[in-house]
C-alpha cells in the first residue's frame, strides 16, 4: 500500500556542547516541516546543512548496521538511521528532544566517548576462545541447531543504545552492562568455544557481574536488532549454576531461596529469604526497617506464614521439575 | 454490562507485607462489583529470581497457577508487576514452543494438571481500565481527588518489554505510558509528569547491589518531588516496598530527604469510590498517609 506522504511542523530541542570550549552544555531549538518520509538521522543531516554547520554527530553507513548513529530523542534511545520521525511524533508529539546516549560522557553534541563500553567488552573475552588446527582435514561444520543456540545474541552491531539505557550502568562504574553480558553468552553458546568457565567468572563477579542486574528490560526494549539482552543475562545466570562457579554470596542465595521457600510453603516466606540471603549476620542490618514494618503490620510472623493450598503438588513438582544445583 | 469475573493471583506480598495492597483490591472489586475469586493453589511465580537458578522450575510452578484459572475458565488478574510479567511470560513461552509447553504438561500430568493456554493474564490495571472502563469509573467517583498532585511510577514489569505487554496486559508504550496519568485525571486528581515515572526503582537488585537499588529509589522520589507531587501512585507492591519503606536508604544514597507517601492504585481509585481508610488499610503504610 503506498501511503500518502505528510508534512508536520515540529520543534526540536538540540543538546548542544563542545567540552573544548563550553563550560555547560545547552539545548538549542529548531523548526522545520518534516515529511513522513524522514528519519531522526534526516533531521540530524538539515540540522548541519541547514542551520549550523558546526553540529556533531555520529553517521556511516544509514542502514541499521554499522552503529554509529545512536542517540536519545525524548529519552528514548533510538538508532537515527532507523527511527521515522513520525512514529516519534506519535508517541511524544511535535516537540522533540535529542540528547547524545549519555550526557555526563557527551564530547561534541551528540558525539559521546563510549570508552567505557569497549573497555567492558573487551573484558568478557569476545572472541572464540579455542584451539584451531592451522592445517585441518576437514571444515569445522556448525549444525543449524548449533547457530541457533545463539539465540541472535550475534545481531549485535554494539551501537551502545543497551549499555546507555541501562540504569545500572549510571550508578556502578564497575558494572559490565547488557551489551557485554550478550556478548559473553555469544560466545559461551558457541560449540567451538572452550573459553566458557573463564568467562563464566568473570560475568559471575560481584559487583561487576549479571547478579547487579535490576531486571528492568530497559536493555532488551531499546535493543534495534532484538538481541534481547535480558534473555542473555538469565541464560548467564543459568550457566553459572549449571557449570557448578557459582559462590556462595548473598546474590546466589537470593536466587536459590526461592526454591526453599516454594517448596516448604508454596508461598515466599520473605522474611527467611532475606535472612537466608543474607546470613545470620548480614541480616541483622535489616532490622531498623523491619520495626519500622512490623509496627505497621507488614511481617507475617513464622507461625502465622500463610501456605498455598494444594501443597502437596508444590512440594511434587519442585521434587520433580528441578533441574539446578546448588 | 455483564457482571466482570476473575481468578486472582494474589502474589506473596499482598499475603504478608503489603496486606493493604489485598484489602484494597477487594474493597474497589465490591464497590465496582466485579467478582474476585482467589486463586488460593498458586505459589509464587519466583518473583524473576527463581529463573536465574532454575528456569524450568520457574515456568512448571507458573504454567500451574495458570493451570488453576483455566481450569476455572476465569481470565487471571495480577496485583503484582513482577507476577504479571513471570506468569505473562511463561504463557508466551509456552505458547509460541510446542516442545518446551509438551515438556511442561508432562511434569503437571503427575498432579493432574494441564496448561492449555486459555485463560487471559493482565494486571488489575488493565482490567480496571479496558474491560470496566474509564468512564464508568470516573461515573461512580464520589470523592473526586481533585485537590492532588499525583506522580504514577509504573514499575518495569508492567510496561517493558512492549512486545509482551501487548500480547497479553496493557499494551502500555514504555517511553510515553498513560494508563495512570488517564486513570488519575478520570478520578479528578492532577497527574504529575517526571523523568522516573516508567524507570526503575531498584527493587529486584535490593539484597546484592544496595547502593544501586538506593539510588534508584532515591531518583524516583526526587523526581516526583521536585514536580511538586503530593504523593505517589503506584500498581506495583514491590515498587511499593521500595518507595514506601526503604526511604532512609534512599535519602542517605542521594543525599536529600525524599519521604513521601505512596498509594498502592488500588488504594487511589478506593479513596475516589469513597471507601473507608481502613478498607483500604491505610494504616499499613511506612511513610505514613498524612492527608486523609
Given amino acids: ?326 | 454490562m455483564k457482571q466482570l469475573e476473575y481468578a486472582l493471583f494474589t502474589g506473596c506480598t499482598a499475603k504478608e507485607s503489603t496486606p493493604e495492597q489485598l484489602m484494597s483490591t477487594y474493597a474497589v472489586a465490591n464497590k465496582l462489583g466485579i467478582k474476585i475469586v482467589e486463586l488460593v493453589e498458586a505459589s509464587c511465580c519466583g518473583a524473576s529470581h527463581l529463573q536465574d537458578y532454575d528456569d524450568f522450575l520457574s515456568l512448571v510452578l507458573n504454567a500451574r497457577n495458570i493451570a488453576y484459572a483455566e481450569k476455572r475458565g476465569m481470565t487471571m488478574i495480577t496485583i503484582c508487576n513482577t507476577c504479571q510479567i513471570n506468569t505473562a511470560m511463561t504463557k508466551h513461552r509456552l505458547d509460541h514452543d510446542a516442545a518446551l509447553k509438551a515438556r511442561v504438561n508432562e511434569k503437571l500430568a503427575e498432579v493432574g494438571l494441564e496448561y492449555k493456554g486459555t485463560s487471559e493474564i493482565k494486571h488489575f490495571l488493565y482490567a480496571l481500565i479496558d474491560d470496566f472502563g474509564l468512564d464508568q469509573i470516573q461515573s461512580m467517583v464520589s470523592v473526586p481527588l481533585s485537590q492532588f498532585n499525583i506522580a504514577p511510577f509504573y514499575g518495569c514489569h508492567n510496561i517493558r518489554p512492549s512486545e509482551l505487554q501487548h500480547e497479553s496486559n496493557g499494551g502500555e508504550n514504555p517511553y510515553n505510558p498513560r494508563s495512570l496519568d488517564d486513570l488519575i485525571a478520570a478520578l479528578g486528581g492532577k497527574s504529575v509528569d517526571y523523568e522516573e515515572k516508567n524507570k526503575c526503582c531498584g527493587f529486584h537488585a535490593e539484597l546484592q547491589a544496595p547502593h544501586t537499588a538506593a539510588m534508584l529509589t532515591g531518583k524516583a522520589l526526587m523526581g516526583a518531588m521536585d514536580q511538586n507531587a503530593d504523593w505517589m501512585v503506584t500498581p506495583c507492591p514491590l515498587c511499593h516496598l521500595k518507595l514506601d519503606t526503604q526511604y532512609a536508604h534512599a535519602s542517605k544514597a542521594v543525599g536529600r530527604d525524599v519521604k513521601m507517601p505512596v498509594l498502592h492504585m488500588q488504594q487511589m481509585v478506593g479513596l475516589a469510590l469513597g471507601c473507608s481508610k481502613e478498607e483500604l488499610g491505610l494504616k499499613h503504610h511506612v511513610s505514613e498517609v498524612n492527608f486523609i
Avoid at chain 1, 501511503?3 to 531549538?29: G, Q
Avoid at chain 1, 551528540?110 to 570508552?115: A, L, N, Q, R, T
Avoid at chain 1, 568467562?199 to 532484538?226: H, L, S
Avoid at chain 1, 537466608?276 to 503490620?297: C, D, Q, R, W
Fill in chain 1, 1 to 326: 500500500m503506498v501511503s500518502e506522504i505528510t508534512t508536520t511542523r515540529v520543534t526540536f530541542k538540540v543538546f548542544r556542547f563542545n567540552m573544548e570550549t563550553d563550560y555547560l552544555p545547552y539545548y538549542k531549538t529548531y523548526e522545520m516541516d518534516v515529511t513522513s518520509e524522514e528519519v531522526v538521522l534526516d533531521i540530524l543531516n538539515r540540522i548541519k546543512w541547514e542551520f549550523d554547520g558546526s553540529f556533531s554527530y555520529r553517521r556511516s553507513c544509514r542502514h541499521g548496521i554499522c552503529g554509529a548513529c545512536a542517540i536519545k530523542v525524548n529519552g528514548k534511545g533510538v538508532l537515527a538511521c532507523k527511527e521515522r520521525i513520525n512514529d516519534l511524533i506519535a508517541m511524544f508529539g511535535t516537540e522533540l528532544r535529542f540528547d547524545p546516549l549519555s550526557e555526563k560522557r557527551a564530547i561534541k553534541d551528540m558525539i559521546i566517548d563510549k570508552k567505557d563500553f569497549w573497555v567492558k567488552h573487551e573484558q568478557v573475552n569476545p572472541y572464540l576462545d579455542s584451539h584451531i588446527e592451522e592445517h585441518p582435514d576437514m571444515e569445522c561444520a556448525v549444525t543449524p541447531a548449533q547457530a541457533e543456540a545463539l539465540l541472535d545474541a550475534d545481531y549485535c552491531i554494539q551501537c551502545g543504545l543497551c549499555h546507555y539505557s541501562c540504569p545500572v550502568i549510571e550508578i556502578n562504574e564497575e558494572y559490565i552492562g547488557p551489551a557485554a553480558f550478550a556478548k559473553a553468552y555469544r560466545f559461551n553458546a558457541d560449540v567451538r568455544d572452550d573459553g566458557i568457565d573463564h568467562r563464566i567468572d568473570i560475568i559471575n563477579a560481584p559487583g561487576a557481574g549479571v547478579w547487579d542486574c535490576v531486571k528492568c528490560y530497559e536493555c532488551t526494549q531499546v535493543c534495534p536488532k532484538e538481541v534481547d539482552p535480558f534473555e542473555k543475562i538469565t541464560k548467564l545466570h543459568n550457566q553459572v549454576f549449571e557449570h557448578g562457579r557459582a559462590l556462595n554470596n548473598v546474590a546466589t542465595r537470593h536466587a536459590v531461596g526461592f526454591a526453599h521457600s516454594i517448596k516448604k510453603h508454596g508461598l515466599l516466606d520473605e522474611g527467611e529469604l532475606v535472612r537466608y540471603s543474607e546470613g545470620n549476620l548480614g541480616v541483622m542490618k535489616h532490622v531498623p526497617v523491619a520495626i519500622k514494618m512490623f509496627t505497621k503490620g507488614k511481617i507475617v510472623l513464622p507461625w502465622n506464614m500463610p501456605k498455598s493450598e494444594n501443597l502437596d503438588e508444590i512440594q511434587k513438582l519442585v521434587k520433580s521439575s528441578s533441574t539446578a544445583k546448588f
